[in-house]
């Protein structure tokens, strides 16, 4: 079955950049999201990239895809204290099915 | 666009009772998911429904989880009875289908004691 598998935890100073990163299993994928989700939040899409794209774009925020090794990145340049909170890599939809699937989430600690 | 509203934001109750959490979807979006979120087992998915039909429900614990969609502007999930180790963050989420990026609400944080 499907898999996305992230790192737990990620700590940098502020104003660096931030990269957080992604792996997947399902090649036929044609979407893969990022989402934030902060303290007594719900998930909040961030940004996505289309299966058959290499990077995108968004401020401060750029994603690369690398589907050869089905690997997904986000990179936050300049981080700040208010980018701390649990980021989600997902996957989806594939094969007929409409469910993506998501990882476990990378918690983002920015520190002064 | 007003999001989507879950309510109750908390709820905490004893073991043995019932709790309904409700969910109101955004506005045109055919899709809703249910998922339960737990430190233990992060994010998991319990039932998803299209055009108001349950389509997986895999996801569903035991026979004590029922989720309902009477129509396209609300759902509920129901926990009957329930147990502390149903104590967890339950969202809802919808979408328009096809696989667009999926809307969440801010969950209901429940606790059984």
């Known amino acids: 079955g499907e898999d996305v598998e992230q790192s737990l935890f990620l700590s940098v100073r502020e104003g660096d950049s931030s990269v957080i990163n992604c792996t997947y299993t399902d090649s036929s994928s044609t979407y893969l999201y990022w989402y934030k989700q902060e303290p007594g939040a719900g998930l909040q899409l961030l940004t996505y990239?289309?299966?058959?794209?290499d990077m995108k774009q968004d401020q401060r925020l750029t994603v690369l895809l690398n589907k050869k090794d089905k690997h997904l990145s986000l990179r936050i340049a300049d981080t700040q204290t208010g980018d701390s909170a649990i980021y989600f890599c997902a996957e989806g939809p594939s094969g007929g099915s409409y469910i993506p699937t998501f990882g476990r989430g990378t918690s983002l600690i920015v520190h002064p | 666009d007003a999001g989507v509203i879950q309510s109750p934001r908390h709820e905490v109750t004893e073991m043995g009772q019932e709790v309904t959490l409700r969910c109101k979807p955004i506005s045109g979006h055919n899709s809703l998911f249910w998922y339960r979120q737990t430190m233990m087992r992060g994010l998991e998915l319990l039932i998803y429904?299209?055009?108001?039909?349950?389509?997986?429900d895999s996801g569903m614990p035991e026979d004590r989880f029922s989720a309902k969609m009477p129509n396209a502007s609300f759902s509920t999930l129901k926990i009957q009875p329930s147990e502390p180790r149903d104590s967890a963050v339950y969202f809802c989420?919808?979408?328009?289908?096809?696989?667009?990026?999926?809307?969440f609400g801010d969950g209901t944080r429940l606790s059984i004691l």
């Open positions: 990239i289309f299966s058959n794209m």
């Open positions: 989420a919808s979408e328009r289908g096809g696989g667009q990026p999926q809307h």
């Open positions: 429904f299209n055009n108001n039909v349950p389509i997986d």
